[in-house]
C-alpha cells in the first residue's frame, strides 16, 4: 500500500499480468470466467462513515464472497497496525482470518477494495493457483480480483495529488485500467461510471488504450498502416530465409516453417495471450481454442 509515498506509473509488470490472464482461462475454462459478467456493483460495497465498522466490513466481505462463489467460506475481519493494506490466513477454511490496515477504520471507503484482493487470495488457494514468488503471485491476484469483477474497487482507492497518494495493490494504476479494459472489451461495460476517484479516470484511459492496442497488431486485419508494412517485411524475410531465425526484434509474432513453402506465423490472442499459430496464406479466420475468440488474420 502507497500511502503517501510515491506511486509507480506505467506498465513494468505487463508480461505477468498477461501471463495471469492466460492462467485465469487455462485454470477456469470460458464458461466459468463468463459466468463473471457482471461486476461488483457500488450500491453492494457501500460504506457510510455512520455504518458500524466491524458489521459494514462483514457485510462487504459476505458480498465479496458471494461475487466469487465461495458460499461456503466466512471471513473474519479484524484491524490492526501494518505496513501492507491487508494480510489474510490461508488455511482450509471454512473460516479465513483477514486483518486489515487500521487506516481503514477511518478510510472506510477503501474497505472493499482491501478485501477484494485477500477474498481472491481464498479463491486462488481454493482453486491451487499460484504463480512462484511473492510479487508474481501478488500480481496474479490483482490481475484476477479485476478480470472477474472487483478490480474496479482496487482502481478507484488510487489517489494522488501533490500533498499525498495512496494505491492498493502491486500493480500500478495503469496496468488496473489495463486489465479493468480487457475486462470491459470482453463485457461491453463501462466501469469508469463507478469512479469516485479523478486519478482513476486517467489511468484507466490509459489502460484501456494500451488493452487497443493488443486488438491492433499484426497479423490481425485491424493493425494499422505502418505495422502492416513491417510485417510483409519481415514476412518476405522470412520465405527467403526460410524461417531461421525469423523472429523479429520488437515485434509480437514469429515466423516458421515446418517444411519448404509451408510457413506459419504464430502470435498472441488479444483476449487471453495464448500463443496461437496460423498458415501464411493470406486472408485467414482464426479461433482460439483458450477463450473462443475469432480473429481476422491477414497473414
Known sequence: MANGGPVEHGFPHLETVREAVTALYRRLSYDTVRTFSASVA???????????????TQRVARELVRHYRLPDARMIVSFREMTHAANVELTAGPEYFVELNDRFRTHRRDIGAALAHEVMHVYLHRLDLAFPGTRANEILTDTATTYLGAGWLLLDAYREDAASSQKLGY???EEFGYVLAKRALLFGEDPSVWFTSPQAYTAYGRGLARARRDERQPPLTAAGWAGRRRYARDRRHAQDAGARGAAADGVPYAFTARAPGQLRVAFDCPT????IGVPVRGRVRARCGLCRTVLECDT
Request: aromatic share 10%; glycine share 4%.
Open 42 to 56: 457500488p450500491v453492494d460495497v457501500a460504506f457510510c462513515d455512520t455504518d458500524d465498522l466491524y458489521l459494514g
Open 171 to 173: 500493480l500500478t494504476p
Open 272 to 275: 487471453c495471450h495464448q500463443r
